[in-house]
């Protein structure tokens, strides 16, 4: 149920980018913003822990933050995937893309799951 969740709220998230970065970021719908959540998921449980060990001394030595790098490359590789539908103009906007998902995430984790659980 938290997956479904996840997506849902990473849609949400991909839509408004999308709608505050308009060339950069481009979405053709709703539709393609869950599609490319859930494609998103899959890569990050099948892509991103061999990314993350083929680059940890990377992430050691930038103490974690190499990680928003695997972050803008999986999402890269949700672009490639998506076609059309997904469009990232490059790597600076992925990373942008990847550092506001994650914070957004971290906010609703803390603050809204968190208290579901109490």
């Known amino acids: 149920m938290r997956w479904l969740i996840g997506i849902g709220i990473n849609a949400i998230l991909f839509m408004a980018i999308a709608g505050y970065f308009d060339d950069a970021f481009r979405l053709s719908g709703f539709g393609a913003a869950i599609v490319a959540s859930f494609l998103l998921s899959i890569l990050n449980v099948l892509v991103r822990p061999v990314l993350i060990l083929l680059t940890l001394p990377a ?7 190499f990680l928003f790098v695997i972050n803008a490359i999986t999402l890269l590789l949700t672009d490639a995937l998506m076609g059309p539908a997904f469009d990232i103009s490059g790597f600076g906007m992925a990373l942008l893309a990847a550092i506001i998902l994650s914070l957004v995430n971290i906010i ?11």
Do not use: H, N, S, Y
């Open 59 to 65: 992430t050691i030595l930038t103490l974690g933050l």
């Open 108 to 118: 609703i984790q803390k603050f809204v799951m968190d208290k579901k659980k109490k």
